[in-house]
């Protein structure tokens, strides 16, 4: 007898799969829209970045004067004066345990933008041999080594082509709130007492103008981005 019943084939069933190359573009995609606010939330909000700042200081044992500092320098003038406009320079101060390193980026004499001349004495009672002074004072907080300085003297009246100049010892120095004592109109057969460098250069008695400069070229005139520290006296 013949067998009617009908075999029934296999079930085939589609079943669309999505590739999984477009779920990882999808997470990638949330992943940068979420560094991207987080950013520019960190970046508007000072509070969070300074957070950030003093975890990362408890984390890896960085204290906050190990940290880099940006500050302002002053290149004329006196430091009493302030800055003018436009003479700003910035120098990058690393400072790691007890040591300090100072890096400018002009490459000129760091410290020496630490000294201020504080007093001309000239034109004294009896003979100015030997009795005229310039001092210069160390207004920071650490030795400043003056060896790449110089000081410079513009009589009144003098075009600058006219500047004398004395350049500072190798091994001078001075330290914090110390001062450094030029001495000037300095000879043999009048040597100046107590001072740290002579000079035998005389102060003109009617006045003149003394600089610190940051490097041992004269320079060519009052803008000259290397006067440390200016003077000017006049005869009352």
């Known amino acids: 007898m013949d067998d009617d019943t009908t075999t029934s084939g296999p079930t085939i069933r589609v079943v669309k ?3 999984r190359s477009e779920h990882w573009k999808l997470f990638g995609a949330l992943l940068f829209a979420i560094s991207t606010g987080l950013i520019l939330y960190i970046s508007r909000d000072s509070s969070v970045a300074n957070n950030l700042k003093d975890t990362a200081s408890n984390v890896f044992g960085v204290s906050e004067s190990e940290l880099v500092e940006v500050i302002d320098l ?15 320079e910035m120098q990058t101060i690393v400072v790691t345990g007890e040591d300090e390193t100072v890096e400018f980026s002009s490459g000129r004499e760091a410290g020496l933008y630490n000294l201020q001349i504080v007093s001309v004495i000239f ?9 005229e002074r310039v001092i210069i004072k160390n207004i920071g907080n650490s030795v400043v080594q003056m060896g790449g300085g110089s000081i410079q003297y513009l009589a009144i009246g003098d075009e600058f082509a006219q500047i004398r100049k004395k350049n500072f010892e190798a091994d001078s120095s001075v330290g914090p709130a110390l001062v450094f004592v ?3 109109n300095c ?3 009048s040597k100046c007492r107590d001072v740290n460098i002579s000079w035998s250069e005389a102060l003109g008695n009617t006045g ?7 490097n041992q070229e004269k320079i060519t005139g009052s803008d000259d981005l290397d006067i440390v520290a200016r003077y000017d006296y006049v005869a009352e």
């Not at 003149?208 to 940051?214: H, L, N, R, S």
């Open 74 to 88: 002053r290149k004329a003038g006196s430091l009493e004066e302030g800055m003018p406009e436009g003479e700003e």
């Open 17 to 19: 799969v999505k590739p």
């Open 182 to 184: 030029v001495g000037m």
């Open 208 to 214: 003149g103008t003394v600089f610190v400069i940051a």
């Open 187 to 189: 000879h043999a057969d």
């Open 123 to 131: 034109d004294v009672d009896g003979s100015d041999l030997g009795e």
